[in-house]
């Protein structure tokens, strides 16, 4: 998922999942906030389009 500032420009920041477990949680890749492939199904269900979620990535 593509995640956006209030203004609508891309802050190149990235949801996605992953099948490398041991993967989550290190600097992988740029940008890319790593989640298990179960969690961002179910994270991908509950949010709408268009409509302003707050993030918050506790590092």
Request: charge should be positive; include cysteine.
């Amino acid at each position: 998922m593509y995640l956006f500032n209030e203004k609508g420009q891309d802050t190149l920041f990235r949801l996605h999942g992953t099948p490398e477990w041991q993967s989550i949680g290190t600097a992988a890749s740029s940008g890319c906030i790593r989640l298990i492939n179960q969690d961002v199904i179910d994270l991908y269900s509950r949010v709408r389009p268009g409509h302003q979620t707050k993030v918050i990535v506790i590092q």
